[in-house]
């Protein structure tokens, strides 16, 4: 079992990312002074710091002792919960913004020197023409080579204020002399919508990462774009989404939703309720659409698979979702750190909470999909266990289950295979990307210079090259196993390969096929087509 639990740690990280994620939007308590200043609690902690800072016999960095204390008093409320440091809190709400202001590359740090993977789209390095395989070697004629120091540090070469300008000299290959570009900083999209294209001439498939600030924005656009492609239904994967901010989520449901249907509803500490109803006319009111979760879809995620369901509206398919059903809010704590507090439980339209149980504590709570993976509910419904005292009724007689997460439409298992899972940890850690850009860096031109078209016609993933990863793998001391999944390892390459090409909507596209779940939309969409005719 030790074997099987290493393999699957990664997984179970990844699930905890969802502790991260809030629901509520930043609240201001700069005016609660007056109702905490006599609180005994508050000055017996005061009263404590204190003695040690002034008193006790040697020095004790304080600051490290509030942390510790913080930690501990949230750790014992709920798993989600959590403390934010002031050298964590940029990076922790960068990342839940629509974007950041710089020259838009993603990077390798490859014997110091930054190696770029691509230019970010819509970004000021991919307007002026920068781009992947590109070594940048000076900024500000200050050398950006040989310095020693990690790929953080090289950042604050790259980056400055809206608006400031950095002269790039640039490395490209097959060119002698060094490029220089000079480019202005400016705000640089992180896009929660990745992947847009259609499945087939009548559905739309929309990829959505997390929930951040402009996540409806861009789930907006790509409606209206594959609207105008022909869509007639979505399918909307929110697979492997932890969640995110909850007035994301709202806009979205309200475009499936008709006029003064129920979303959700919350409930506070003091019992008050508040409850959330479609507002507007959606664009997608009328079609019909597909909701894919799995058990790492949480929070915001299980807002909208919740909210459509218990509507009847659409179709959810996949597996049992995360099942985290409590509202965070953020509260600045003053001195650039912050708490996220739990201030709310959700529930769905028809009443029920999807929050799974944490009584027993946080280790035992983000090891639930070990449990999942013993009881066998990834490979079979009939696993999965519910509570008939949980059990509701939909506006359309369909029966859901609260207690723990949203438990699909349409049950689709998880091939579990070790070899499997091997190859999917090895895709999200990172391992096959830096790979494959090694892999492009053999004949960087030519890749450079090829359409999709081209690439999908011309490239080709071969034993040789699967050989090659086998090796890369061996000097990460990593010991990558294929037998009968080679054919897949072969098709995540090349899906990496198109991400650092073309970008991401080329990466799902090639990921997606074959994947049993998209196959099941398709099944789905003709059958219902079908019957119509």
Do not use: W
């Amino acid at each position: 079992m030790k074997n099987k639990r290493n393999i699957y740690t990664p997984l179970l990280l990844g699930i905890a990312c969802a502790i991260g994620v809030f629901m509520g939007g930043k609240i201001n308590y700069s005016s609660s002074d007056q109702l905490f200043s006599s609180n005994p609690k508050k000055e017996k902690l005061n009263r404590l710091i204190d003695y040690i800072d002034y008193e006790y016999v040697d020095e004790v960095n304080t600051d490290s002792i509030v942390d510790v204390t913080v930690n501990t008093i949230l750790k014992g409320l709920d798993p989600h919960s959590v403390y934010i440091p002031e050298q964590e809190y940029d990076n922790v709400s960068q990342n839940m913004k629509g974007d950041f202001v710089g020259i838009g590359v993603s990077f390798y740090s490859v014997e110091d020197t930054i190696m770029v993977i691509q230019a970010l789209e819509g970004g000021p390095s991919e307007k002026i023409g920068i781009r992947g395989g590109d070594r940048i070697l000076y900024a500000n004629d200050t050398p950006l080579f040989d310095l020693g120091v990690s790929s953080d540090s090289l950042t604050t070469f790259l980056k400055g204020k809206q608006g400031s300008k950095v002269e790039l000299k640039v490395k490209r290959p097959g060119k002698e002399e060094l490029l220089s570009f000079n480019v202005k900083r400016d705000h640089v999209p992180i896009k929660s919508v990745e992947a847009v294209y259609m499945l087939n001439k009548t559905v739309g498939y929309i990829k959505i990462n997390r929930f951040a600030e402009s996540t409806y924005e861009e789930f907006n656009a790509a409606i209206k774009a594959l609207e105008l492609m022909g869509a007639k239904e979505i399918a909307l994967d929110l697979r492997d989404n932890p969640g995110g901010y909850l007035a994301e989520a709202i806009n979205i449901a309200d475009e499936f939703l008709k006029d003064e249907k129920l979303i959700l509803f919350t409930k506070n500490k003091s019992g008050s309720i508040e409850k959330t109803f479609a507002q507007r006319e959606g664009d997608f009111e009328d079609g019909h659409v597909y909701v894919l979760i799995n058990e790492n879809s949480a929070s915001a995620s299980e807002v909208v698979a919740g909210a459509l369901q218990d509507n009847d509206v659409g179709t959810i398919i996949g597996r049992r979702s995360y099942g985290k059903g409590l509202v965070q809010r953020e509260m600045d704590l003053g001195d650039g750190s912050a708490v996220r507090l739990t201030i709310a439980r959700y529930y769905t339209p028809t009443g029920r909470s999807i929050q799974k149980p944490y009584e027993n504590g946080n280790d035992s709570y983000f090891r639930d999909y070990e449990r999942r993976y013993k009881n066998g509910e990834l490979k079979s419904v009939d696993s999965i266990k519910v509570d008939d005292s949980l059990k509701y009724v939909t506006p359309g007689g369909k029966i859901v289950y609260g207690g723990g997460g949203i438990i699909p439409d349409v049950f689709i298992p998880k091939d579990i295979e070790i070899e499997r899972e091997h190859i999917r940890i090895l895709l999200n850690g990172g391992f096959l990307s830096r790979f494959v850009f090694q892999e492009l860096e053999r004949d960087r031109s030519y890749y450079n210079s090829l359409s999709k078209t081209e690439f999908d016609n011309e490239v080709e993933i071969t034993d040789e090259t699967v050989d090659r990863l086998i090796a890369f793998g061996k000097s990460e001391k990593l010991n990558i196993r294929l037998t009968e999944y080679k054919p897949l390892m072969k098709q995540y390459l090349k899906a990496v390969m198109a991400q650092q090409l073309f970008g991401s909507t080329y990466f799902q596209q090639l990921k997606n096929e074959g994947d049993p779940v998209i196959d099941k939309v398709l099944e789905l969409s003709e059958k219902k087509n079908n019957f119509k005719d």
